[in-house]
């Protein structure tokens, strides 16, 4: 996830600015820049890499000495904006890295997120003979801020604000208007940090919070031009919308988590944003999902044979999702296999088939010996994975992101959905691209797929307090079962594997139809069983197997359908997800297993962001 940081007022900002994107390192990024407008003049540098080269490259701590850098408009620019990227659209250079500028360079901007629609603005801005310096869906908004523009920045971002598509926040400043920036909301955040005679806008308030600790919020939809003198807020037709500032009481590391406890925590409640950057502009129209991206030969994909999908641990269960959303929708077989074990059983593997290695680090040892081994063997290979620049990426023919922003917590959640919400993706694409399903049930799940980031938003605030009083209830058990079938199944294995892993309580996930041969043994009054009952093909066997189970006297705990009476009939505590196409139930049903392994690890008292004997990225065999 990127990092905005912009400043306005009386004092030199080179410094302040590099100091405010100090503070948004810890959402990780690969690229930085600053832009500063002194003299009706604006300057801007860009480097790749960590914040210590853009220091380098500006010249701060080895003032006008050169460090090799370029010293942009020495101080006193008051006037800049600064930004760390995170890669989505184009690869990580200097090019690439924000802030953008028009053609001209009098008008700089820096954005979070995605233009959904910049392909369609690339190509009208182009006629119009407007020339691009990077591969960026940002660099659109500069441009169509010049389109704009007439003298008046507040006019020209809200006319640019009606013409873009999409998930972002974007600030913009231009050179005849010094002490002034102007910035945008869409899905992304933005708050300002009202100072003395000062002013800044930023993605989070950690930018600002050594500065001053009133921050107004910016809210959907909502454009706000910032001076010294504080800020004016409208809503996207000019209509002005009256907002108080408050007093933020965090201390600096709560301010780093965003004011939440811990990491996990927050970054379960990033899944709706991380979600929608995964799928946004993948799913450009109603009827057509756009992987481009992938560059696989359409004569390989038509023809191929069969899909293995390799990975460890929560990523494997996002294949194990994938496999039933590919087979679902393209029809082409899929395996499944945990990398430790297929890079050892000599697998059979040719040119007609296409290896899908997931990895959100792209460094997971295991995991690349089975790509490698795939690859030598003739396979194509497609690594999926969160991390620009990782080794999986140089290890494969085709790379899909997801872009679920860095994730810090060692247990995977919001990177585990969004490797679903790419798996979905490109099981739709393999199905359109073979043309296995009819124009009218991809577009019902295109319209299904997009909706999801606010299905998952739902979910979340829905069922929070009930899972935490599930938690409190069972927090002290011994053992926690997990059953399901079908998608309801790798649901259940990531629900118990996060169990294990943050609360160490022992916890097993079946396949529910395995039950009676054997682990119907190990129930008893005092067994909670987890059940994922939403809605699928194979809810009547599952509703059975429930029964199964409170005939032993066990408490059942299911995760349902909403609506589904059926599944609370057979419950003792039922929670309810919204419905949607069964294939993508799992993009909700995790997010109570997820809260309930959270709450539990946390009535135990324990550090659920840097468990036990674990770590975030396993590179060693
Ligand atoms: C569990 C978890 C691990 C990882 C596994 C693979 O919460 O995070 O099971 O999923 O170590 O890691 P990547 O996806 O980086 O290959």
Same mark, same amino acid.
């Given at each position: 996830m990127c990092g905005i940081v912009g400043y306005v007022g009386g004092r030199p900002c080179r410094d302040l600015l590099v100091a405010g994107l100090e503070k948004l390192e810890y959402r990780g990024y690969d690229s930085a820049g600053i832009s500063l407008l002194q003299d009706g003049h604006i300057d801007s540098v860009h480097a790749v890499g960590n914040l210590g080269n853009l220091r380098a490259a500006v010249g701060i701590g080895d003032e006008g000495a050169g460090a090799g850098g370029v010293a942009v408009a020495a101080p006193p620019a008051t006037t800049g904006l600064a930004h760390t990227r995170w890669a989505t659209?184009?690869? =990580?250079t200097e090019e690439n890295a924000h802030p953008h500028g028009d053609c001209s360079g009098d008008i700089q901007i820096v954005l979070n997120g995605i233009v959904e629609n910049h392909t369609e603005l690339r190509a009208e801005l182009r006629a119009e003979d407007h020339d691009f310096s990077s591969e960026t869906d940002a660099e659109i908004v500069a441009h169509l801020i010049e389109r704009h523009y007439d003298g008046d920045l507040t006019l020209a971002v809200r006319r640019c604000f009606a013409e873009l598509r999409g998930h972002y926040a974007f600030a913009a400043m231009h050179a005849d208007e010094a002490g002034t920036l102007v910035a945008a909301r869409q899905e992304c955040p933005l708050v300002v940090g009202l100072g003395e005679s000062e002013t800044f806008v930023a993605s989070a308030i950690p930018a600002f919070l050594a500065e001053t600790r009133r921050a107004l919020t910016i809210e959907n939809g909502e454009i706000v031009t910032i001076t010294p003198r504080g800020a004016t807020v409208t809503d996207a037709d000019g209509n002005p919308v009256e907002r108080h500032h408050e007093q933020i009481t965090w201390d600096a590391e709560a301010a780093e988590k965003g004011g939440y406890e811990t990491f996990m925590r927050k970054e379960i409640d990033e899944q709706p944003d991380a979600v929608a950057e995964t799928i946004a502009d993948r799913l450009p129209s109603r009827d057509r999902v756009d992987l481009s991206e992938l560059e696989l030969a359409p004569d390989f994909v038509a023809g191929m044979r069969r899909i293995v999908i390799v990975a460890c641990g929560t990523s494997y269960h996002a294949g194990l999702v994938g496999r039933y959303a590919i087979e679902q929708w393209a029809r082409v077989p899929v395996e499944m296999d945990i990398a430790s074990e297929y890079r050892y059983r000599d697998p059979v593997v040719g040119s007609d088939d296409l290896v899908i290695g997931i990895t959100?680090?792209?460094?997971t040892a295991d995991t690349l010996a089975a790509m490698r081994l795939a690859r030598e063997r003739g396979a194509t290979v497609l690594a999926l994975t969160n991390i620009v620049g990782s080794q999986a990426t140089r290890d494969a023919d085709a790379v899909l992101f997801t872009r *679920?922003?860095?994730?810090? %917590? =060692? *247990?995977a959640t919001k990177t585990f959905t969004c490797q679903v919400a790419a798996m979905y993706l490109l099981g739709l694409w393999i199905a359109q691209q073979r043309g296995t399903i009819a124009a009218d049930r991809l577009a019902e799940l295109i319209a299904e797929l997009k909706a999801m980031p606010n299905r998952v938003q739902e979910t979340l605030s829905a069922v929070s307090e009930q899972v935490e009083t599930v938690a409190r209830a069972e927090?002290?058990?011994r053992f926690f079962l997990y059953l399901g079938r079908n998608i309801g199944l790798p649901v259940c294995l990531e629900g118990a594997l996060k169990m294990k892993e943050i609360s160490y309580i022992p916890s097993d996930a079946y396949a529910? %139809?395995?039950?009676?041969?054997?682990?119907?043994?190990?129930?008893?009054?005092?067994t909670p069983v987890v059940c994922v009952?939403?809605?699928?093909?194979t809810l009547d066997k599952m509703l059975s197997n429930m029964e199964e189970v409170r005939a032993r006297g066990a408490d059942v705990i299911s995760v349902a359908t909403a609506g589904s009476g059926r599944t609370a009939d057979a419950s003792d505590l039922t929670i309810e997800v919204p419905r949607t196409d069964w294939v993508l139930q799992p993009l909700v049903a995790i997010l109570p297993l997820q809260l309930l392994a959270y709450h539990v690890a946390r009535m135990k008292g324990l550090n659920v962001d840097q468990p036990r004997n674990l770590a975030k990225t396993v590179t060693v065999e």
């Open positions: 659209h184009g690869r =990580v959100q680090s792209g460094e *679920a922003g860095l994730e810090i %917590g =060692v *247990a927090h002290e058990g529910a %139809g395995e039950m009676k041969h054997g682990p119907i043994a190990l129930l008893d009054e005092s009952a939403t809605d699928s093909p």
